[in-house]
């Protein structure tokens, strides 16, 4: 499978951006597909795992919980991330992972600034 992300880029804190990450090739194999960051200086971290199957079950790094909402269409074989009440902590590079993989997207850059 092939991950291509989009979006990101320079926020004030308090500001939403949103990301996507469309796939390709194999894609009746994903099964969970998460959106992991890696602040600068520091490693990478899990920000959001959602379900592929019917249920679309999600899970969130409690850091997150309350700004963020993963979400995907399956039609449009597309993750997304609605980034909300962003926080300089949330700087990092962002990528979409196919979980149980080494699918991986480009990272894309989320900066949170004033």
């Known amino acids: 499978v092939q991950l291509q992300a989009s979006g990101g880029g320079l926020v004030q804190p308090g500001g939403s951006l949103s990301l996507s990450c469309e796939a390709s090739g194999s894609i009746w194999s994903i099964k969970t597909m998460a959106w992991y960051r890696q602040p600068p200086g520091k490693r990478r971290e899990l920000v959001a795992r959602i379900s592929f199957a019917s249920d679309g079950t999600t899970d969130y790094t409690d850091s997150v919980k309350g700004r963020f909402t993963i979400s995907r269409d399956n039609a449009k074989n597309t993750l997304y991330l609605e980034m909300n009440s962003l926080k300089t902590e949330d700087t990092a590079v962002y990528y979409c992972?196919?979980?149980?993989?080494?699918?991986r997207g480009q990272g894309t850059q989320v900066t949170v600034s004033s």
């Open positions: 992972v196919r979980v149980g993989t080494s699918d």
